[in-house]
């Protein structure tokens, strides 16, 4: 049967230029790419219908690829409405993908994206953040009763998934591949720290070194930012609400202190938590003329734009990536990527190296679910140890990097407690 491309793309004549920029990102995927030559020989996935919603870059389009070299027909749409890669959205509409995305979507656009992806009546769902799952859920309940099984890529998907789950109308297994090993430790300790540095860094080119920096929230995303910026000679406040994070934060080294004290000094403030209203009017108007405010979560709730545009008498684009808000006093606030994750508005995301072993746990997880097709409980689980393990083989194996392995004396003595 020859299946008729849908998409919509904002050029489909950058699509030369998409492929180049997937070659570099394959370069830089090797365990990815093991995994594409498994599937191109295994077919795991032939006849399988996959519904999408990633933030559409390099790395997502080398995911997407392995999973259509496995057989399977990919539906693709944005998890952000400024983190499409245009270039790489018009290539993959010329390989055969459905992509139904483009930089700059408004709202509505947004949404309806999603659901063109929940019409086509996926058998597996792949998410990023939650949306497409909870649109399935809340618009299309019949079609959720027939999907096989879904994953998640993030902390602020899985939480919305979880919640689904306590209240019993969870139609369908997910597996929550932010919870593997080889992707949280990595992806969002190691990747979000460098690439949210990079993002404000290409927004703004500010010297880190002799700057305050505020990181709001201590979880793996916001040690990884705290690390970096350290790591560029900052000086980095915490701040937290678990007292166990916030008591880790000083242990590693860092000063941890309210929202309300860090307001007056910061510089710089990155909002990490996933929670709404982290930094809002009380903040802004005791922050110091010409702070600077980025969020690293992944919706555009932890930074109050409602409040800040509430505030202000005067708001200006005064380069790519950043609006200029003028208070009552005079005082300008600086807002990076319009309160939206700005890794992947005002840069390109993680490192093509991280997403490696991502998207590795992604394109296993579905295979997984398709194996284990009717006996897995609409619940979320962990991606399953075996394959984190084997994403970290992969991942030392593509490095030339070799480990010790137990001896049988030593599995006996394991065992034997």
Not at 95 to 109: C, K, N, P, S
Not at 208 to 229: D, E, L, P, Q
Request: aromatic fraction near 6%.
């Amino acid at each position: 049967m020859v299946i008729r491309v849908e998409f919509k793309v904002k050029d489909i004549s950058l699509a030369s230029k998409g492929r180049e920029q997937i070659l570099w990102a394959e370069i830089h995927m090797p365990v990815l790419k093991l995994i594409k030559e498994m599937f191109e020989n295994k077919k795991p996935l032939k006849g399988v219908r996959i519904g999408a919603v990633l933030h559409v870059t390099k790395e997502t389009a080398v995911l997407v690829k392995t999973l259509k070299a496995g057989g399977a027909e990919v539906w693709l749409a944005a998890s952000n409405p400024l983190s499409t890669q245009d270039e790489v959205a018009a290539a993959l509409a010329e390989e055969g993908i459905h992509v139904f995305a483009w930089r700059g979507e408004t709202q509505d656009e947004y949404f309806w994206a999603i659901d063109v992806i929940a019409n086509a009546e996926p058998h597996i769902v792949i998410d990023d953040g939650g949306d497409l799952h909870v649109h399935i859920h809340k618009a299309k309940i019949e079609l959720a009763k027939k999907i096989v099984g879904g994953t998640e890529e993030t902390t602020t998907g899985v939480t919305r998934l979880k919640a689904l789950e306590r209240e019993g109308m969870l139609k369908y297994p997910v597996i929550a591949v932010n919870n593997a090993y080889t992707k949280y430790l990595f992806d969002n300790r190691y990747g979000t720290g460098q690439s949210t540095i990079d993002g404000i860094l290409r927004a703004t080119n500010i010297l880190f070194a002799g700057k305050t920096v505020v990181v709001a929230g201590y979880g793996w995303v916001g040690r990884g930012i705290a690390m970096r910026a350290r790591g560029m000679g900052a000086r980095v406040i915490v701040t937290e609400v678990d007292p166990v994070k916030a008591l880790e934060a000083v242990m590693d080294g860092f000063e941890v202190m309210k929202m309300i004290d860090a307001a007056k000094i910061g510089d710089i403030f990155i909002t990490a938590t996933g929670n709404i209203n982290v930094i809002r009017r009380e903040h802004f108007e005791i922050m110091k003329d010409g702070a600077i405010l980025a969020n690293a979560g992944h919706f555009d709730v932890e930074v109050s734009v409602k409040d800040l545009e509430s505030i202000a008498v005067e708001k200006r684009d005064i380069r790519n990536c950043v609006t200029e808000y003028v208070l009552p006093n005079g005082k300008k606030l600086y807002l990076l990527g319009r309160g939206r994750l700005v890794n992947l508005v005002c840069a390109e995301g993680h490192p093509s190296e991280i997403m490696d072993m991502s998207f590795a746990n992604q394109a296993l997880s579905v295979e997984y679910l398709l194996e284990n097709r009717g006996r897995l409980e609409p619940k979320v689980y962990n991606v399953p140890y075996e394959v984190d393990s084997m994403v970290a083989r992969l991942k030392l194996k593509s490095m030339n990097i070799e480990i010790d392995e137990l001896t049988e004396e030593q599995k006996k003595y394991l065992g034997s407690y």
